[in-house]
């Protein structure tokens, strides 16, 4: 059972919080020679494998590291690009670690409107009247809960499909966006949070959601 | 519980069928643009969700609910996307979607060399054998629960 991020989105669909709880990290290192079995390519400025599974690597995983040293988007560290550095047979026997990329900031922003506008088509292509937008989605390795307070802030979490009480959770953040960032004299509305003690209260709640399966009503 | 409507697109987002049982509104925009917007709308969960997911995935992207209904999402290896809405009282059915595309569209369309793939289906026999399926599922009638 598991948290694994919050995000919260304004009204017009701008990220104004982040926090990664929990990530699974699937980090595979193994050493190649010449040629390499896996077919790699560019993709949004990184390396990841387009073609070939084996030993737990995966396809969409990035090169994280060559040799132990990490690599910095899609050039090793010395800045050569990784794809050339590969295909040069007197760099091997290579060590190379794949993972899944993480998200960076920019993406997350990225991901956070697209969920704003799915969250709109949502409700638009609804076959019932009177219907909200997307509040659960299930996918095989997570759940997305997101809850639009009346005001137009949604509050995103991804859990495990199996963790209970996130309703209550996403009330419980709710409240402590209310208490901690809106009252604080310093934060203006729709800009992102920066407040610590939200960060601290949203801590603390997910920890106790975490722990009790069914989390308590909220006080 | 009940069935709202079904669409089924093909991998380059050619709305091959689309069957409407209880509907009650009707999303105000033609159908074609309907369909555009339904596949852009799956097409763009996909790839939301494969960089959101924090482990890899086998089946992606499965369901999702709203207030009022539910959407459920299949799609096969070849790029053939089932979508069903119904409400929310009916539990996962993968395995409903896939017999509509074991059962019925290989059997009727895929072995039906009259059959243009890539097209509005129009066989009369898919279209009748789909309706029948799902009336009978359990959970159709519009007030059964």
């Not at chain 1, 949502?122 to 509040?135: A, C, K, N, W, Y």
């Not at chain 1, 953040?173 to 009252?183: H, N, P, T, V």
């Not at chain 2, 499965?62 to 009022?68: K, L, P, W």
């Amino acid at each position: 059972m598991a948290i694994f991020s919050v995000y919260v989105v304004n009204k017009a669909g701008g990220l104004i919080y982040q926090y990664d709880n929990h990530v699974p990290r699937t980090e595979v290192e193994k050493t190649f020679s010449f040629p390499l079995d896996l077919v790699l390519k560019i993709h949004d400025e990184k390396v990841v494998v387009s073609f070939g599974q084996r030993d737990g690597i995966r396809v969409g995983h990035a090169v994280l590291s060559i040799n132990g040293v990490d690599v910095n988007g899609k050039n090793t560290s010395e800045g050569k690009e990784i794809l050339e550095y590969l295909k040069d047979p007197a760099n091997y026997p290579v060590s190379i670690k794949f993972g899944r990329a993480r998200l960076s900031s920019n993406e997350k922003l990225m991901l956070a409107s697209m969920f704003h506008s799915l969250f709109a088509i949502g409700s638009q292509l609804s076959p019932e009247v009177g219907s909200s937008g997307i509040e659960m989605l299930e996918t095989d390795a997570f759940k997305l809960h997101c809850f639009q307070t009346l005001t137009g802030i949604k509050f995103i979490v991804l859990a495990d499909p199996r963790q209970t009480g996130i309703d209550a959770l996403l009330r419980k953040i709710y409240e402590i966006y209310s208490d901690f960032a809106l009252k604080n004299p310093f934060y203006s509305l729709e800009m992102p949070i920066r407040c610590e003690l939200f960060d601290q209260n949203l801590k603390g709640s997910l920890e106790v959601a975490e722990k009790a399966a069914t989390f308590g009503p909220v006080s | 519980m009940t069935v709202h409507n079904l669409y089924i697109f093909d991998r380059n987002g050619t709305c091959l069928h689309y069957g409407e049982w209880n509907r009650k509104k009707q999303a105000g925009i033609s159908k074609d643009e309907e369909f555009k917007l339904m596949y852009g709308m799956s097409f763009s969960i996909r790839s939301f969700v494969s960089k959101m997911s924090p482990l890899d995935m086998k089946d992606g992207f499965m369901t999702f609910q709203t207030s009022r209904y539910k959407l459920h999402y299949y799609e096969t290896p070849t790029g053939l996307k089932i979508i069903m809405n119904t409400d929310l009282g009916v539990p996962n059915s993968r395995d409903i979607l896939h017999q509509i595309y074991s059962t019925l569209y290989v059997e009727y369309i895929v072995k039906n060399p009259l059959c243009a793939l890539g097209d509005t289906l129009q066989s009369e026999l898919f279209n009748s054998r789909l309706d029948s399926f799902v009336r009978a599922l359990p959970f159709f009638s519009a007030r059964a629960a």
